[in-house]
């Protein structure tokens, strides 16, 4: 199958750390949205974008690109796509899709408008129609519509790559497996000095700043993905890939990494979530109160994703809990880089602390801030001099 365009999902706002990594890859970069980014290549580049990006959620190839303005008309110019070439009639095949255009009030009609085009192409030319259903186990094929403007891909992840397979235990409130990897890309902590993460809660962080330092490729524990249920696909290749990613990750990272948390219940998940993922060996974990974490000598950046919201907590004792934070910031951690993930500015103030960089994240669709602090030795003004 011959170059197209292949473009990157990703959670809002994290756009600019994908981008860098597709440029890591050797892949150009075409375009830049809020939540993706286009590339250009074959699909055997999708193998490499689905096992090495560390922030990228969905890997969609380029099939097909036309003018539509009804199901109708959609489902016409979907039909003359030559599905047979591309997949098997023994495939269970899903559609999803993002539409966007007044003929479509609910978008899982343009969903069964694209699949029964697809199937019909089948009955018509093989004579038998792939199963299809919800699940994104097997082929995934996804339509994005916007006024009159269709553009088919075959979606070569299937899953979310955000799902990786090791957080067997989530715990509340998680931290989605693709932003924490951008916000320790966001840190440049790449595995030189140390990574304390109190209050770790499952351990997301922790476990994804261990991949990252040793260069561990995120998709390694996935054995499943869309691109796998493709004609084009060859096992042989994608086990050569494998090898070769496991060759180049290194064994330790320069520096340790601390997680902590109060609750023993979930130091342990953790722990089974860094085992799952194969780096509980690198992580040193402990049960503490975020203020009682061991904060290593030789500095390294210390995370913080404290609650910031009325569901997590009470108002008032997250004032007290912010402002503990800059406490432990200013007396224990200095000659590190402090970050404070939240997404409640107001309590951001009770830090107490001025910030050096703001750097903005969703989660979800709660707008975040990434607060970064230089926690000198001694004053600022020795600190300059």
Same mark, same amino acid.
């Given at each position: 199958?011959?170059?197209?365009?292949?473009?990157?999902?990703?959670?809002?706002?994290?756009?600019?750390?994908? %981008?860098?990594?597709?440029?890591?890859?050797?892949?150009?970069?075409?375009?830049?949205?809020?939540?993706?980014?286009?590339?250009?290549?074959?699909?055997?580049?999708?193998?490499?974008?689905?096992?090495?990006?560390?922030?990228?959620?969905?890997?969609?190839?380029?099939?097909?690109?036309?003018?539509?303005?009804?199901?109708?008309?959609?489902?016409?110019?979907?039909?003359?796509?030559?599905?047979?070439?591309?997949?098997?009639?023994?495939?269970?095949?899903?559609?999803?899709?993002?539409?966007?255009?007044?003929?479509?009030?609910?978008?899982?009609?343009?969903?069964?408008?694209?699949?029964?085009?697809?199937?019909?192409?089948?009955?018509?030319?093989? %004579?038998?129609?792939?199963?299809?259903?919800?699940?994104?186990?097997?082929?995934?094929?996804?339509?994005?519509?916007?006024?009159?403007?269709?553009?088919?891909?075959?979606?070569?992840?299937?899953?979310?790559?955000?799902?990786?397979?090791?957080?067997?235990?989530?715990?509340?409130?998680?931290?989605?497996?693709?932003?924490?990897?951008?916000?320790?890309?966001?840190?440049?902590?790449?595995?030189?000095?140390?990574?304390?993460?109190?209050?770790?809660?499952?351990?997301?962080?922790?476990?994804?700043?261990?991949?990252?330092?040793?260069?561990?490729?995120?998709?390694?524990?996935?054995?499943?993905?869309?691109?796998?249920?493709?004609?084009?696909?060859?096992?042989?290749?994608?086990?050569?890939?494998?090898?070769?990613?496991?060759?180049?990750?290194?064994?330790?990272?320069?520096?340790?990494?601390?997680?902590?948390?109060?609750?023993?219940?979930?130091?342990?998940?953790?722990?089974?979530?860094?085992?799952?993922?194969?780096?509980?060996?690198?992580?040193?974990?402990?049960?503490?109160?975020?203020?009682?974490?061991?904060?290593?000598?030789? %500095?390294?950046?210390?995370?913080?994703?404290?609650?910031?919201?009325?569901?997590?907590?009470?108002?008032?004792?997250?004032?007290?809990?912010?402002?503990?934070?800059?406490?432990?910031?200013?007396?224990?951690?200095?000659?590190?880089?402090?970050?404070?993930?939240?997404?409640?500015?107001?309590?951001?103030?009770?830090?107490?602390?001025?910030?050096?960089?703001?750097?903005?994240?969703?989660?979800?669709?709660?707008?975040?801030?990434?607060?970064?602090?230089?926690?000198?030795?001694?004053?600022?003004?020795?600190?300059?001099?």
């Amino acid at each position: 199958m011959s170059k197209s365009r292949i473009v990157v999902t990703c959670a809002k706002g994290i756009s600019s750390y994908l %981008g860098e990594e597709i440029l890591g890859l050797g892949l150009p970069i075409l375009s830049e949205g809020i939540s993706n980014i286009e590339t250009e290549g074959s699909l055997e580049d999708t193998l490499r974008l689905n096992l090495f990006l560390h922030t990228g959620h969905r890997v969609l190839f380029l099939l097909k690109e036309f003018k539509a303005r009804h199901p109708e008309e959609l489902y016409k110019r979907v039909i003359d796509i030559p599905w047979e070439d591309y997949f098997s009639k023994d495939s269970t095949l899903c559609v999803t899709s993002s539409v966007d255009t007044e003929t479509i009030r609910d978008s899982r009609f343009a969903n069964v408008k694209c699949k029964d085009a697809i199937v019909d192409r089948f009955q018509q030319r093989i %004579g038998k129609r792939p199963d299809s259903g919800p699940e994104r186990t097997g082929v995934v094929v996804h339509l994005y519509w916007k006024v009159d403007r269709c553009l088919v891909y075959l979606d070569t992840s299937g899953e979310p790559l955000s799902k990786r397979g090791y957080r067997k235990i989530p715990l509340e409130a998680p931290m989605q497996e693709t932003l924490a990897a951008a916000v320790v890309l966001a840190t440049e902590w790449k595995g030189e000095g140390n990574f304390v993460n109190p209050m770790c809660g499952s351990g997301t962080l922790a476990i994804e700043a261990a991949g990252i330092a040793i260069g561990k490729a995120p998709g390694l524990l996935r054995n499943n993905f869309g691109f796998m249920h493709l004609k084009a696909y060859r096992a042989e290749t994608w086990k050569e890939l494998r090898k070769k990613a496991r060759t180049q990750s290194r064994k330790a990272p320069g520096g340790k990494i601390v997680a902590t948390d109060m609750r023993p219940e979930a130091v342990q998940a953790a722990k089974q979530n860094a085992m799952t993922a194969g780096v509980e060996h690198l992580i040193e974990f402990g049960v503490c109160d975020y203020s009682e974490t061991p904060v290593p000598d030789l %500095g390294g950046v210390i995370v913080l994703n404290p609650p910031y919201g009325e569901r997590l907590g009470d108002r008032k004792q997250l004032e007290s809990l912010y402002q503990g934070i800059g406490d432990f910031f200013k007396k224990k951690c200095q000659g590190y880089r402090g970050y404070i993930f939240t997404g409640n500015m107001d309590l951001s103030k009770e830090v107490g602390l001025r910030t050096k960089r703001r750097l903005p994240f969703y989660n979800g669709e709660i707008e975040c801030r990434l607060l970064e602090y230089e926690l000198y030795e001694g004053s600022r003004k020795a600190k300059k001099a």
